[in-house]
């Protein structure tokens, strides 16, 4: 299963039921936010709105907004088989040395069938737009944002060293008809290159595409390596390269089957209060200072449509996008940590802020080794609590996750602290950016770790008994 681009992918959503058309005129502030909020808490479909007040495109949002359309998105029947697809790349026997497996990583790139597919001619180029950010369907979230935000958009940069592009989601604040915020935390690959031109003192091109194919989508907001561009992880996930184009005015590859391109760039430390806006913690982000984009072409399709996207109160959308993150990463995960069974990042802790992993633990201390090592692996460095079970718990079950863990806990004993880098969302630390973490040990201890009385079994009943009240249950005069 893939898609060409946006519109098939619309189009397969509406065959199988999966979209509601809304007709009538409905405004970009506010409104969209309510009803796509009510349609994602109740498991509703995407949606495409006909006609935003104020603005000449139509706009779809919510479509990733559940595991079914999630799995299809990114080339599969059921969200269960994404880790699949990412195991079997990997070899029988894994490399054994951590800059083997760097290395391993790193072939991502040279899997030719995933390369990116250069062509001279797009659809995302049939029309030159206005460079006008104010003729796009953007939505104020909430009511206190500090302005319209482009929500879905892919934003496109090159390394000035290396030339090796990148595609990140950050959110795009419109401050006027030509410029608009560019939210790329500290430690996104956009703020990465754009420290490298400005030690170089460049100003830094930027393209940011709006629609593509949904792996292509999603890949922007996928945690891949440094170093390594997203569009890849989309060929790969489509099982066929995306095609890309020369940028019409910057000197940047693009999705050719893009809906819109807007090209420009960022100039060296200019910067701009940005925010507040309602994020993905369900609470508002502060105002900060972030560096300005400034629109100087559009270019785009015919009849475009424009995707969007709300986060607040989780589950929103981005949930389910997070958790194919968690399902597609897992296997590298164990490549690196192969006592690692399984993760659970809950929809609650809005990924930054819990993950469960249950683990085979072989000896002492592993548990601590485990959370250390999580923490130190790229955008898991910002997990602030770190749960770690026996293998034998569900982590995806967070009752049993919570009974096993209060019970097999020595608080002192096994809860562990640690300081470091922070997701900038994250409200509770003081310093943005940076604080505490915790790593709770839920798993069974030994003598090795101090204990020295016996763990006891957990009270279960046996097969047989079981087998025998099955057999008799009718007899009891239960249906
Ligand atoms: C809907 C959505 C909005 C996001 N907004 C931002 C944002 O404003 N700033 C940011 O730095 N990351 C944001 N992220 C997270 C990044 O897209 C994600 O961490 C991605 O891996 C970054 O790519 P990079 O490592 O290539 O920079 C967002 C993710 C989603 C799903
Ligand atoms: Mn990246």
């Known amino acids: 299963m893939k898609f060409k681009d946006l519109r098939q992918f619309i189009s397969f959503l509406e065959e199988k039921r999966e979209l509601l058309t809304v007709k009538v005129p409905v405004d970009p502030e506010l409104e969209i936010t309510e009803i796509a909020d009510r349609m994602i808490k109740s498991s509703g479909p995407a949606l495409f709105f006909e006609e935003v007040k104020g603005a000449h495109f139509p706009l779809i949002i919510n ?72 003729a796009l369907p953007v939505l104020k979230c909430w009511p206190h944002d500090g302005g319209r935000y482009i929500t879905l958009p892919l934003v496109i940069t090159k390394d000035p060293q290396t030339m090796v592009q990148n595609v990140g989601m950050y959110r795009m604040q419109i401050f006027d008809e030509k410029t608009a915020g560019m939210h790329w935390h500290p430690y996104h690959d956009g703020a990465r290159h754009y420290r490298l031109y400005q030690e170089m ?65 960022v100039e060296r430390g200019e910067v701009r209060r940005e925010g507040p806006f309602g994020d993905h913690t369900g609470f508002y982000s502060g105002a900060d200072d972030y560096p300005v984009f400034h629109l100087t072409s559009i270019t785009r399709r015919k009849n475009p449509v424009y995707p969007a996207t709300i986060v607040g109160r989780p589950p929103m959308e981005d949930y389910f996008m997070g958790k194919a993150t968690e399902r597609l990463f897992l296997p590298l995960i164990k490549l690196f940590l192969p006592e690692v069974f399984d993760i659970n990042m809950p929809g609650e802790g809005v990924f930054h802020n819990c993950l469960i992993t249950s683990i085979k633990k072989a000896y002492p201390g592993q548990t601590r080794k485990v ?101 008799r249950w009718k007899e009891y005069g239960f249906e």
């Open 201 to 265: 003192g460049k100003r830094m091109e930027v393209a940011v595409a709006l629609g593509g194919d949904p792996a292509t989508i999603y890949s922007a907001t996928a945690p891949v390596p440094p170093g390594i561009d997203e569009i890849f992880l989309a060929g790969f996930l489509r099982g066929e390269g995306v095609e890309v184009v020369k940028s019409a005015g910057v000197d940047l590859w693009v999705p050719a089957q893009a809906e819109f391109i807007l090209e420009g760039y």
């Open 371 to 471: 959370a250390s090592a999580l923490w130190g692996m790229g955008q898991m460095m910002l997990t602030k609590v770190i749960i770690v079970v026996d293998a034998e718990v569900d982590v995806q079950n967070c009752s049993e996750v919570a009974w096993k863990v209060l019970s097999n806990v020595d608080p002192e004993r096994d809860i562990f602290f640690q300081r470091g880098p922070l997701d900038v969302l994250d409200h509770a630390t003081g310093t943005p950016g940076y604080g505490s973490k915790v790593g709770i040990d839920g798993t069974k201890k030994g003598r090795g770790e101090g204990y020295t009385r016996s763990w006891p079994d957990e009270a279960t009943m046996s097969g047989e008994i079981k087998r025998f009240v099955d057999h």
């Open 63 to 134: 479509l990733f907004g559940s595991f079914k359309r999630a799995a299809w998105a990114l080339g599969v029947d059921d969200f269960k088989d994404l880790p699949d697809k990412v195991t079997r790349l990997i070899p029988h026997t894994p490399p054994s040395g951590f800059l083997e497996k760097i290395g391993f990583l790193f072939k991502f790139k040279e899997l030719s069938d995933f390369q990116p597919k250069k062509v001279d001619a797009a659809p995302v180029q049939e029309v030159i737009g206005e460079p006008d950010f104010t």
